[in-house]
């Protein structure tokens, strides 16, 4: 049997996340220095072993460990851009298995990933995205999250979900300018469904979405129970929410309400944590952080997965919960 993965960005030698998710062995500990040896697509594509759906993930979880996203699908101060197919490769030699990305559309009806609604501060381009076709965005140059210029261009999503195949989770993010039926469409076409969540921001906005993908996993905001019972009222069952308490602390009374009910509860640690643990070099606050979310969206997420592992028993439980499933 292939070896399995100990979730943690030191010690990462496994060929798979539990039963599927290729990694690739890492060398070293250090963030990734060049585009050209850590963002290839990989060429053994016939060979990646099927993963586990999302949902089945967080249901077999220990429950006191958080899986790790990178928001925006990078790490600040890194060599990378946002929303990058480039900038995900180097999540995934780094071990980081989710990426929360942003797509929008281009005038052609191509779905790329890109977050803000102008290219400006982001790339060498300017002006509104929807004003460009493919084409011309690709006569442009990515910044990367200190405005340096990369030598990368936009991504296209599908192709995106073509490298992700069986290798990373993805939340997506619908920017205004996105078509939802397209990008559910897309993700159907890769068989990509059950690696995704879909990202909602309001009830109306999950029931539509809910209704596009009726198994996929969806993002829904929930800041007390009584949120839940509202979106059970719209026909959103719980088997597929995943609950996204935001930025501010997670009180264990909801925590332990949303686990009695077994919905996947989503925190952000971008609003203060990321920044004041890089201040501090000192990044043992993860694991406290993580024991009430099972999903830490992280503008650290190089030092956030280095913190957080599943290792042990705890692995040892959780591939003998995914192997009956």
Known sequence: MAQIMTIQLCNLVTKTVVFGLLLGTLSSCQEPTSTAN??????????????????????CKPAHVA?????????????????????????????????????ARLKDGTQILFHDGVWDKRSTGTGPIVASDWDASQKLLLKDTNGQLTSIRPSRFEDVLAWAKNRMYLEIDFKSSADPAQIISAIRAANMINQVIL????????????????????????????DVKALEARGIPTEVMTAWTGGGPLEKSLAKSLRAKNIPI?????????????????????????????LVVSDQAYAAQGMLSIKGEDLMVMEACLRSR
């Open 199 to 226: 990202i909602s921001y309001n009830t109306d906005q999950a029931v539509s979405l809910h209704k596009l993908a009726p198994k996929a996993a969806l993002s829904v905001g929930i800041s007390k129970i009584g």
């Open 266 to 294: 989503l925190a952000a640690s971008f609003f203060d944590l990321d920044e004041q643990l890089q201040k501090s070099g000192d990044f043992e606050q993860y694991v406290e952080f993580a024991r009430l979310p099972d």
């Open 67 to 103: 899986f790790v996203a990178a928001h925006r699908g990078t790490v600040e101060a890194s060599a990378f851009p946002e929303n990058a197919l480039q900038s995900l490769q180097a999540l995934h030699a780094n071990g980081v298995p989710f990426a929360e990305i942003d797509v």
């Open 38 to 59: 850590k963002a290839r697509v990989d060429e053994r594509d016939g060979n990646i072993t099927p993963i586990s759906s999302v949902l089945d993930m967080f249901s």
